[in-house]
C-alpha cells in the first residue's frame, strides 16, 4: 500500500476501496465484498474522504459514520488496520472501535520530530501494548531538518524507551519519499549500510534483526490468516 493505495492484482487502489464498499453498502454481503481487499488497509491518505480524515487535513475530524461502520466489518473479517496517514482522532476512534493489533507501516513519532504525520507517544504506547507493528518512515520531513542517521535512531530509540522491542520495523516508504531520504540513504541499496550503523548504535544483532525482518514477520504469522 502506498499513498493511501491498495494495489492487489494491478486494480487501482481507490477503486478496490469503493468496490468493496459498494459491495457492502449495496449487499451487505461482506463475504462478497472482501474479494476485492487484500490483507490489511488504511482508509485514507494525508486527505479526507467520505470514510476518514487523513494527518494532513484536520487532526481533530476522525473516522465517518460510513467510516465506523467500515471498520467493524472489516476487523470482523480479520482485516488489519493500518493507522499510518489516519488523523489523531481517527486513530482514537479506530482504537475505540476494536481491541485488534494495528499497523503502522510507515510512521515516525512526533515527539521526537514534531510533523502531522509523525505517530503521537499516547498512540504509540497503545499499539504496543496491542502487539501491533510500526514502520520507520525514511521520509526526510518526517525524520528532522537536513536528517542524518542519527535522527532516525533517535526516532527508533523514542519506540524502544516505550518497551516496543517487539514492534518496531523498517517502513522505509521508498516509494513514497520522492528521494528525500536521510544523509547517506539512497534506496534499497543503502540497508546493509543501516543495519552497521544499527549495530555501531550499540543494537544487538538480535534486536537489529527484529527489526529488519523478525518483528514483521511474527505480526504477519499472528494476524494475517
Not at 18 to 47: K, M, S
Not at 108 to 123: F, G, M, S, T, Y
Not at 178 to 207: C, N, W, Y
Request: aromatic share 8%; hydrophobic share 40%.
Amino acid at each position: 500500500m502506498e499513498k493511501g493505495n491498495i494495489m492487489m492484482d494491478h486494480i487501482d487502489a481507490n477503486q478496490t476501496l469503493r468496490l468493496f464498499c459498494q459491495a457492502w453498502f449495496e449487499q451487505r454481503d461482506a463475504g462478497a465484498a472482501l474479494g476485492y481487499v487484500a490483507d490489511d488497509i488504511r482508509f485514507v491518505g494525508t486527505g479526507e474522504n467520505e470514510y476518514a480524515c487523513g494527518a494532513a487535513a484536520d487532526q481533530a475530524k476522525g473516522l465517518t459514520a460510513r467510516g465506523k461502520e467500515m471498520v467493524k466489518v472489516l476487523t470482523d473479517q480479520g482485516i488489519v488496520m493500518d493507522i499510518s496517514h489516519l488523523s489523531d482522532q481517527g486513530v482514537e476512534d479506530l482504537f475505540q472501535l476494536t481491541d485488534r493489533p494495528v499497523m503502522a507501516s510507515h510512521s515516525d513519532i512526533r515527539e521526537v520530530w514534531d510533523a502531522p504525520r509523525n505517530l503521537q507517544k499516547v498512540h504509540l504506547k497503545e499499539l504496543i501494548s496491542r502487539k501491533g507493528i510500526i514502520g520507520m518512515n525514511f521520509f526526510a520531513p518526517f525524520v528532522g531538518e537536513k536528517p542524518q542517521i542519527s535522527d532516525l535512531l533517535k526516532h527508533m530509540d523514542a519506540v524502544l524507551e516505550m518497551g516496543g522491542e517487539d514492534c518496531l520495523a523498517i517502513g522505509s516508504d521508498f516509494d513514497g519519499c520522492d528521494g528525500l531520504f536521510p544523509a547517506h540513504i539512497e534506496g534499497v541499496q543503502s540497508m546493509p549500510f543501516l543495519r552497521e550503523e544499527l549495530l555501531k548504535h550499540g543494537f544487538t544483532e538480535e534486536l537489529t534483526e527484529k527489526i529488519f525482518y523478525k518483528n514483521a514477520h511474527r505480526f504477519v504469522m499472528e494476524n494475517v490468516k
